[in-house]
């Protein structure tokens, strides 16, 4: 039934309309790639850009260094508070993980984890997610193909089916989208080297990386924290497509619950501890911030007396907020 409904999609204009934006976003990340660790540049009082014009080995080692620099700073610097005592203890195991200092060309890791993550990337997904899971069962009711469906002996089937494509669509087009970078990245910048030295050494902010993360272990993470928050949405769009009767307030519901926690952050009332979280697990900080978030280290948050780790928390409420979505789904789905 899932192939049937795959089809459906893709014959119908919305279909088209997907295809369209997906070939867009893989074709333009062509062009798209961060400033290189062989690169540095900054822009003058005039706003005009400014290019180191030195060897680049020795941009780079000269990045590397101050990277290990400011890391055996934090190393030895004092403990003030349990953020700082953590940063501390998490920097002396990156020191002690460290077995080669000297630069070794990154550059395909470096452009592909930017690629991979990147929030236009997020953006497109999330476009394709509304135009294919917001209308995924209001596209039965406003084609008059609802009551056929929900008198066939398959019935069940065809409704569950369109839960899992809540699922598999933005997994299995996050994976074309991986695939279809990692080549082009490869027939830029060449094959994929050096994927087992520090994570540091693509990152431009090394303290708060979580751990003594390999390059390849750090974009591993990245990748299934951006499935698992891909996920939670195209389940909750499916969601509000089965509850609801029309496109719009499929996508209307869909979108109010995006913005809503980003707006619950202003709210000056609620407690500090509620904001910090919300402030990390809202969907637009998520998409639009996601290189600050994924295999980060930002402290503990306290509730009800007890010390959680703020990022792991976050990913234990995406992981319950994916359980809710499909358990009322199934609930919505059994009144048919």
């Known amino acids: 039934m899932i192939q049937w409904e ?141 009551n056929l469906m929900l008198t066939s002996k398959n019935k069940n089937r065809a409704l569950y089916s369109k839960l899992g494509l809540g699922i598999l669509i933005p997994t299995v087009l996050y994976g074309f989208y991986l695939g279809i970078q990692f080549v082009i990245t490869a027939v830029q910048y060449g094959m994929p080297i050096n994927g087992k030295l520090q994570a540091i050494r693509i990152i431009d902010n090394p303290i708060l990386v979580r751990d003594a993360y390999t390059i390849i272990q750090f974009i591993a993470i990245k990748i299934i924290i951006m499935i698992l928050i891909l996920v939670t949405l195209g389940v909750i769009a499916s969601l509000f497509s089965f509850i609801t009767t029309s496109s719009i307030a499929s996508t209307s519901g869909f979108l109010i619950f995006i913005i809503t926690p980003k707006l619950l952050t202003w709210v000056k009332v609620l407690p500090g501890n509620v904001r910090m979280v919300l402030e990390n697990i809202n969907f637009i900080n998520l998409l639009f911030s996601f290189q600050g978030f994924a295999g980060s280290y930002y402290g503990n948050v306290k509730f009800f007396g007890m010390n959680f780790d703020l990022i792991n928390l976050c990913l234990e409420l995406l992981g319950v907020t994916i359980l809710a979505g499909i358990t009322m789904s199934i609930v919505s789905l059994k009144k048919y």
């Open 6 to 146: 795959l089809k459906k999609i893709f014959k119908a204009k919305t279909g088209i309309i997907v295809i369209v934006i997906f070939i867009l976003l893989c074709g333009s990340m062509v062009f798209i790639k961060p400033e290189l660790e062989t690169q540095k540049s900054h822009r003058n009082e005039q706003y005009e850009l400014i290019k180191d014009t030195r060897k680049a080995e020795v941009i780079a080692q000269g990045k590397l260094d101050a990277k290990i620099g400011t890391i055996k700073e934090m190393a030895n610097s004092k403990e003030k508070d349990d953020f700082s005592k953590g940063i501390k203890e998490i920097s002396t195991k990156k020191l002690k993980a460290m077995e080669d200092t000297t630069y070794k060309d990154v550059s395909f890791w470096k452009v592909f984890d930017y690629r991979a993550t990147n929030a236009f990337m997020a953006f497109c997904m999330v476009i394709i997610l509304i135009i294919v899971c917001c209308n995924i069962y209001t596209d039965e009711i406003i084609s008059t193909v609802e």
